[in-house]
């Protein structure tokens, strides 16, 4: 499966100020922090407290030089972003913890009351199907703050509905500018490029989306379906089995889907010959052949 790296969190900086060793071991202290707190506070972690105390704590140990730099303010920062861009990578709920401090700050209603006012108004209209009142609404609601993600997103599905496919991709970029984690956006516009037969660039939607969520089988079932249009059998199962594990768990009323998905998949691999593939994907994943 791809991965995708998480650039839209922070930026690459180059050649790092201190020996990638230390950032390491930053991370490593912090990232342990992060699990001794979430057993202690529930959900209520300052993840800042943890940043700080592992570059504390792997400074006391370092060298004459490496302590001279820290002085300085501009590599305190740069050493905090080399120190963020790590945990992003490798500590699970230093990402999902930034991701839902994003999540909230651009989610929330705009800071002016005019844009509000309007979005407010178009989602009123959006309920009654009455889609042309909802997109001047909607349009009213970004002329106020063009920095408004909700209202992106909301003007993006009264296009999708009135038939307006383009402009609803244009308005789903310009909600990933802003946000470019964003789970409504990422994941409508895979659905939008899936349902125009724009394959390629449906599947890097939900390949982002799956690596940003992971817990979310709505990514893996969308890939899914987009290999399954395609025939690609060889591909379709790492991302059908994931989906279709998270929906069973969850007792999703799609696990049916997902279910009737699997018995087409196994039909058309062995019409191919490629029914020793499928059970050794089925082993590979945890499934036991014959039973789900």
Not at 68 to 84: A, G
Not at 218 to 244: F, K, S, T
Request: glycine fraction near 6%.
């Amino acid at each position: 499966m791809k991965r995708y790296w998480i650039g839209c969190f922070f930026l690459f900086l180059g050649p790092g100020l201190f020996a990638q060793d230390l950032i390491d071991r930053m991370a490593e202290a912090a990232c342990k922090c992060l699990d001794s707190l979430a057993l202690s506070s529930g959900d209520s972690i300052n993840y800042k407290v943890c940043l700080a105390q592992g570059m504390a704590v792997t400074m006391e140990k370092a060298g004459e030089e490496d302590r001279v730099k820290m002085n300085r303010v501009e590599n305190i920062r740069k050493t905090i972003e080399q120190l963020q861009n790590r945990l992003v990578q490798n500590c699970p709920l230093f990402k999902s913890l930034i991701l839902q401090e994003r999540t909230d700050r651009f989610y929330a209603p705009s800071s002016v009351k005019e844009a509000n006012v309007h979005f407010n108004q178009g989602v009123v209209y959006s309920m009654e199907k009455d889609y042309a009142k909802a997109i001047t609404e909607y349009r009213q609601a970004l002329k106020a703050d063009d920095k408004f993600v909700k209202a992106w997103d909301n003007l993006a599905v009264v296009y999708r509905k009135s038939e307006k496919y383009r402009k609803a991709l244009a308005c789903y970029d310009n909600s990933l500018k802003l946000f470019p984690e964003g789970r409504v956006a990422l994941l409508n516009k895979g659905i939008l490029l899936e349902a125009m037969k724009e394959y390629e660039p449906a599947l890097k939607s939900y390949q982002l989306y799956i690596h940003l969520y992971p817990e979310n089988p709505e990514g893996y079932c969308g890939a899914a379906r987009v290999y399954y249009a395609q025939q690609d059998y060889e591909h379709i199962l790492d991302y059908l089995l994931p989906a279709h594990r998270l929906y069973v768990e969850s007792n999703s009323q799609f696990q049916g889907e997902t279910g009737r998905m699997i018995d087409g998949v196994y039909s058309g691999m062995k019409a191919t010959g490629q029914e020793e593939l499928f059970k050794a994907k089925f082993e590979e994943y945890n499934f036991v052949f014959g039973e789900e």
